[in-house]
């Protein structure tokens, strides 16, 4: 069974770009992933998306907490942090192209829920690798028109 990867978007307007993380899959963003991004980065998602800082580590699924002593104390994400906030870029690209740059209309669909998800909001998945997964194949499915 083959899964959907979302293919590499180099355009200047994305999501990837304006968090400034190298292009995906290569050993620049694995090295930077590694040594932890900026707290910046949060507020970063947030001034582009215009979601809730506190929401956006949510979805992450990062503890607040955990973000407020990193912003006071080493100033960069915990490798795994990185991790996460790189999937919830990864998944709002892959939405954003399926509603054809139109943000709010991706960030309402990631919100709600979806029937092809067992009724679940698309955004409350992407804290696990296994829920992103199951939510770029389910945007895969409709980007090609296969809606079972």
């Known amino acids: 069974m ?15 770009h304006v968090v400034s ?3 995906e899959g290569s050993i620049q963003l694995l090295e930077l992933l ?8 949060i507020e970063n998602i947030h001034q582009w998306t215009g979601i809730n800082k506190a929401d956006i580590v949510q979805i992450a699924g ?13 100033k960069t994400l915990s490798p795994e942090q990185s991790e996460s906030i790189a999937r919830l870029v990864r998944v709002m690209n892959a939405a954003i ?6 943000k709010e209309q ?11 998800l067992g009724q679940t ?8 690798e296994s829920g992103a997964i199951a939510v ?3 945007i895969g499915r409709l980007e090609h028109g296969v809606f079972s």
Do not use: C
């Open 106 to 116: 991706a960030i309402h669909w990631l919100t709600h829920p979806v029937r092809a």
């Open 136 to 138: 770029l194949n389910l």
């Open 97 to 102: 192209a399926l509603f054809e740059d139109d």
């Open 2 to 16: 083959r899964m959907f990867t979302p293919a590499q978007q180099r355009d200047e307007s994305t999501l990837w």
């Open 121 to 128: 909001a698309p955004a409350s998945l992407i804290s696990t």
């Open 21 to 23: 993380f190298p292009p």
């Open 62 to 74: 990062i503890s607040g907490r955990q973000v407020s002593r990193r912003k006071n104390g080493p």
């Open 34 to 41: 590694k040594q932890g991004l900026p707290t910046d980065v």
